[in-house]
């Protein structure tokens, strides 16, 4: 039988997405297919690129060349750290990534599909450890994915109102693509944080070792620059350590941020500072380790880290509980130089104190303890009573009967400068 014209309209079989009623309706008979539980897996709904029809990307294809070569030069051009980046090697890696990844979006139509395959997945994941790698955040990366999604639902919108395809089409696209892309991020986003933590570990062990280095002393330039290099920390000409406790570790981190470095050590934590002849420093140093109970060590060359690190534990070890120093402060160890010297060699000081102190041993502690500090103060004073008098809080007359049961004790001893100053010393360090 001859068919007219009108029969063979009506016979033909048009392509499902170039119009005329597709049999049966593209959209509806999809979306039946996801509400009754086609691709569906315990319940779950099946992914946005069932409801579309298998053979879209065919009918797509055309677009897809313009699409790639406005993403290529939108991304560039809109986010900066690309645009800094942006070499004929950069694009032809970027060319290659965003034909992959429409290459693998067109893939999905029709399909119960994961939205990456195993490859696609290891190349989306190699780019989240790659701007890592690169020093950027992820900033970056996501609004290229941003950036292409949007161009990519346009363009291919576009070829969609083209070939008049129905809405429903078009919905479940712009659904797909950004599926697609929230997939492409959170494997990007997940490889990002393991290569940070990764590098975090490796690049603890290596800062540990510097400050080792460091504070050991005995290595070479060449080694300690080696070693700075892969702590990710530029060596300064001047530095200091501080030592501090453990609990205040983590804060005191943060607040230094690169401009040194802190590792617990044992039963204390140690940062090795770089140190500025900038007027503003000490204010810096004194924000950086507020509360933190630290004692910095003075600014010394690469090479005599040791003795900084060793001045602020001599200082440390003689802060006990109770002293009158500001916990909320750092103590600077330049501050307080003699008092180190004083408590460097305690044995040697324990000895000095019994040889000089020997005539006061016969006093009552409470007597003794009165004379003690008058001594002290007499010979801070030049033997001038009013001074005396004003810092014990007393009268002069009783500055001068103390002074006079001194000397009755010390006999000619107190006329001598040698003995004066051994004195001085023995008692500044028993009254602090």
């Given at each position: 039988m001859k068919l007219s014209p009108q029969d063979k309209q009506d016979n033909a079989s048009p392509h499902p997405l170039a119009g005329g009623p597709p049999p049966p309706k593209v959209g509806d008979t999809s979306r039946a297919q996801r509400s009754?539980?086609?691709g569906e897996a315990d319940g779950a709904p099946g992914p946005p690129w069932l409801s579309l029809p298998a053979d879209m990307a065919e009918v797509l294809a055309p677009a897809v060349p313009d699409v790639v070569a406005q993403i290529i030069e939108a991304v560039p051009n809109q986010i900066p750290a690309y645009h800094i980046a942006r070499t004929e090697r950069f694009s032809e890696v970027l060319f290659l990534g965003v034909q992959g990844a429409l290459e693998q979006l067109l893939s999905l139509p029709g399909t119960d599909h994961p939205a990456l395959n195993e490859e696609s997945r290891q190349l989306v994941a190699a780019l989240g450890a790659g701007e890592f790698r690169q020093g950027r955040s992820m900033d970056a990366l996501l609004a290229a994915y941003r950036t292409s999604a949007r161009i990519t639902f346009r363009g291919l919108s576009e070829a969609c109102a083209r070939l008049g395809l129905p809405m429903e089409v078009v919905v479940d696209l712009g659904e797909t693509i950004l599926a697609y892309i929230d997939e492409l991020s959170a494997v990007s986003v997940q490889a990002y944080a393991v290569e940070q933590s990764a590098h975090a570990g490796a690049l603890e062990v290596?800062?540990?070792?510097?400050?080792?280095?460091?504070?050991?002393?005995?290595?070479?330039?060449?080694?300690?620059?080696?070693?700075?290099?892969?702590?990710?920390?530029?060596?300064?000409?001047?530095?200091?350590?501080?030592?501090?406790?453990?609990?205040?570790?983590?804060?005191?981190?943060?607040?230094?941020?690169?401009?040194?470095?802190?590792?617990?050590?044992?039963?204390?934590?140690?940062?090795?500072?770089?140190?500025?002849?900038?007027e503003r420093l000490r204010p810096r140093l004194q924000e950086v380790f507020a509360g933190s109970s630290a004692v910095l060590g003075p600014a010394v060359a690469w090479d005599a880290v040791p003795h900084s690190h060793r001045v602020a534990q001599l200082l440390a070890a003689q802060l006990p509980l109770g002293d009158p120093v500001d916990p909320e402060e750092p103590i600077f160890a330049t501050d307080h130089l003699s008092r180190i010297v004083l408590g460097s060699e305690t044995q040697v000081m324990e000895d000095l104190a019994v040889r000089r102190l020997a005539p006061l041993e016969a006093l009552r502690p409470a007597k003794r303890r009165v004379l003690e500090e008058t001594l002290l103060l007499w010979l801070v004073h030049w033997g001038q009573r009013l001074p005396v008098a004003r810092e014990l809080g007393i009268h002069a007359q009783t500055v001068g009967y103390r002074v006079a049961k001194l000397k009755d004790l010390f006999g000619g001893d107190l006329e001598d400068p040698l003995v004066r100053f051994e004195l001085e010393l023995v008692l500044r360090s028993r009254i602090r």
């Open positions: 009754h539980g086609v290596r800062r540990a070792d510097l400050v080792a280095a460091l504070v050991g002393g005995g290595a070479e330039l060449h080694e300690v620059r080696r070693l700075a290099s892969g702590a990710d920390w530029h060596l300064p000409q001047q530095m200091a350590a501080a030592v501090f406790p453990l609990a205040a570790a983590a804060s005191v981190r943060m607040r230094l941020g690169t401009s040194g470095i802190v590792v617990e050590r044992e039963s204390e934590a140690t940062a090795i500072v770089g140190i500025t002849q900038s």
